[in-house]
């Protein structure tokens, strides 16, 4: 397996793919994988007859005082898990290859950005469309994979697609956890073992609204009190923002009458983590 670091070699590569009528699935990923990731190229794997995982810290998504230049990164580790899971290249660009150094053009939207993470990170998901087009573009797949542990990242990136015109398939794939139900994140390895520990307060408290729902409880007031007034219990957690929305316009609902998105950001120590679940009415 290939890693490809610059646009003028990946070119052919899909242009000869093209040729023999093949078709491609691309992974967007920013590196350090892990099982979440693993299980997203091997779902491509399945329906493509070839898979590029593109591994690339994209700056523009990052605040000025968010971990970009500690997020972490192997591209031996990644190379191996995409070997072993089947994707035929990675696509491993520098910053200057994806960026020239008079940039200036940012694909944005002014709907479904501005409340959930877009209110602590303003400027996030304008990075994550401006970096998801040009991989589009770059790569040209007729399918693209993310995971629904980033369920707002996944509805943006819906209708962007709807929206420009990308004759895309995009295709959400569920959360993986751990054994004992934390979501798999890279950011996961900030967390020291005691909070490693109370990082699970996001799944139990995501668990009880979800048991709330099943129960047949449909005020999203009373169901959200009860997940903050849960992970206000950890001791080492701090809530962004704990919401219930519709699972389509991300718009807060007070009424669970559709499909709606529970959605959580909490700060274990300083670690960030996010988490959700989608109930279907
Ligand atoms: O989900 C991620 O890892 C990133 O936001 C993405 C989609 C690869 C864009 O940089």
Redesign the pocket.
């Known amino acids: 397996m290939q890693i490809i670091k610059t646009i003028h070699e990946l070119h052919p590569i899909v242009k000869a793919w093209r040729k023999e009528g093949l078709s491609v699935g691309l992974v967007?990923?920013?590196g350090y994988l892990h099982d979440g990731h693993k299980s997203l190229i091997e779902r491509a794997v399945k329906e493509n007859d070839r898979v590029v995982v593109?591994d690339?810290v994209?700056p523009t998504?990052f605040g000025v005082n968010e971990d970009l230049a500690s997020y972490p990164r192997d591209i031996a580790r990644d190379a191996a898990l995409c070997e072993k899971a089947g994707a035929a290249l990675i696509f491993h660009p520098q910053p200057e290859e994806m960026y020239a150094p008079d940039n200036c053009t940012f694909v944005d939207m002014n709907r479904l950005t501005k409340g959930l993470c877009g209110k602590t990170r303003p400027t996030h998901f304008s990075g994550?469309c401006t970096?998801?087009s040009k991989l589009f573009h770059i790569v040209t797949p007729d399918r693209a994979y993310?995971?629904e542990k980033?369920a707002q990242?996944l509805a943006v990136i819906r209708r962007m697609v709807r929206d420009m015109n990308f004759d895309i398939a995009i295709v959400g794939c569920p959360i993986v956890r751990e054994p004992d139900g934390l979501a798999m994140s890279s950011r996961n390895t900030y967390l020291s073992e005691e909070e490693r520990g109370a990082a699970l307060v996001l799944h139990r408290a995501l668990s009880l609204g979800e048991e709330m729902m099943r129960a047949g409880e449909r005020d999203t007031g009373k169901i959200r009190q009860a997940m903050v007034d849960m992970v206000e219990r950890e001791p080492l957690a701090k809530i962004d923002y704990v919401e219930i929305v519709d699972s389509d316009t991300l718009e807060k609902v007070e009424w669970a009458a559709s499909s709606v998105l529970a959605a959580m950001a909490v700060y274990i120590g300083k670690t960030r983590l996010i988490d959700n679940f989608t109930f279907e009415n």
């Open positions: 967007p990923t920013m593109s690339f994209n998504q994550v970096v998801v993310f995971g980033d990242q």
